[in-house]
């Protein structure tokens, strides 16, 4: 029998043994195959060719522009984009910039109010293309690059009417990725342990005073989940902030454990792990209090959860928080920790 995954409609996936199980997973008319056994692979493609004409490319080097790399003596394997952060570098004059070591540094204060103020302002912007080097920029960060989600999240504010000191932000990024080319994500034989971690910023967005949510998901320490988006409603304080992020983290998790599970890799707890202690008492405490009342809903739903016994909100120090690197510009020190902690390699 096979099934497809209710957590992921893109994923079949057959049970040959008691421990052995083949994996197929199709994008538009792009394919890749997974089984510990060659045997398995072969067969299977032996029967879709029987089905219907399709090219065997060999063993899978690229998908979705993402680059497969292994070192099959050392049981890892690589995802870089390394060719396409090359080629969108060259196609918008940065090939040859000066690297940074951050992709943001502090000195941007992005707003609203640096759009474009003037007529020749106007007229400059109107011939750089923001929104396509933005767009270019998002794709890297959605696939291999974890490291860019927060300064990528600022820019991307600005779309409809950025101004020079913005385009200079999104210059600074591609000047980040010019010393990053060649980084990727290293997956290895490691245990198959789910965990992540969760931060905000908050009121970080001068326009609305909207706080930031970052959240990154390992398995096996390497990277397969991160996100770093603006919350939809202004908090009120940093403990209601970091408890809108929590509950934004626990839902991904959920769904990563309900994807894992139906991989037949699932575990009894997840841990997430947070570096506020109010967040979490928030979470766990059965008392309301006047200043919580307005997020009955959200304490509900992770309350709940956690009560469970499938996820738990572990306080961790910020300073070992590698999320911050979704939430806020940090210290070339600090983004090492982190890039290294996500399984991030250069």
């Not at 980040?176 to 290895?188: Q, R």
Request: hydrophobic share 40%; proline share 2%; aromatic share 10%.
């Amino acid at each position: 029998t096979t099934w497809i995954l209710q957590e992921q409609f893109c994923i079949y996936f057959k049970k040959l043994s008691s421990n052995s199980f083949i994996y197929l997973l199709l994008y538009v008319d792009d394919m890749l195959i997974a089984a510990a056994d060659i045997y398995e692979i072969n067969q299977l493609k032996a029967l879709l060719s029987s089905e219907f004409e399709m090219k065997d490319l060999g063993a899978a080097k690229k998908i979705l522009g993402m680059e497969i790399q292994r070192n099959r003596g050392a049981g890892k394997l690589f995802l870089t984009q390394a060719r396409y952060v090359q080629k969108v570098l060259q196609r918008f004059d940065m090939w040859d910039a000066k690297p940074v070591s951050t992709p943001l540094a502090v000195h941007f204060k992005l707003s609203a109010s640096l759009s474009p103020q003037s007529t020749d302002e106007e007229v400059y912007m109107s011939r750089v293309p923001y929104s396509s080097a933005v767009g270019s920029l998002m794709y890297a960060m959605v696939c291999t690059r974890p490291d860019i989600s927060q300064a990528v999240s600022v820019v991307s504010r600005y779309m409809s009417n950025p101004g020079k000191v913005h385009w200079q932000a999104v210059k600074w990024i591609f000047r980040y990725l010019k010393g990053t080319v060649n980084t990727c994500l290293e997956f290895g034989r490691n245990s198959d342990i789910l965990s992540g971690y969760v931060d905000s910023d908050f009121a970080g967005d001068l326009d609305r005073r909207r706080s930031l949510t970052g959240y990154v998901f390992s398995v096996g320490g390497c990277a397969v989940s991160w996100k770093a988006t603006l919350q939809p409603t202004v908090a009120l304080s940093t403990t209601e902030t970091e408890f809108m992020a929590a509950t934004e983290a626990v839902k991904e998790a959920m769904w990563l454990r309900g994807l894992l599970g139906e991989l037949s890799l699932g575990h009894k707890e997840t841990i997430i792990y947070c570096d506020s202690q109010s967040a979490i008492h928030l979470a766990k405490n059965p008392v309301f209090h006047a200043r919580t009342k307005h997020i009955q809903l959200r304490y509900h739903f992770i309350r709940e959860l956690l009560n469970g016994g499938t996820l738990s909100l572990k306080k961790i120090r910020g300073t070992e928080n590698i999320a911050d690197m979704l939430t806020k510009i940090v210290t070339t020190e600090k983004l090492r920790l982190c890039i290294a902690s996500v399984g991030l390699r250069n």
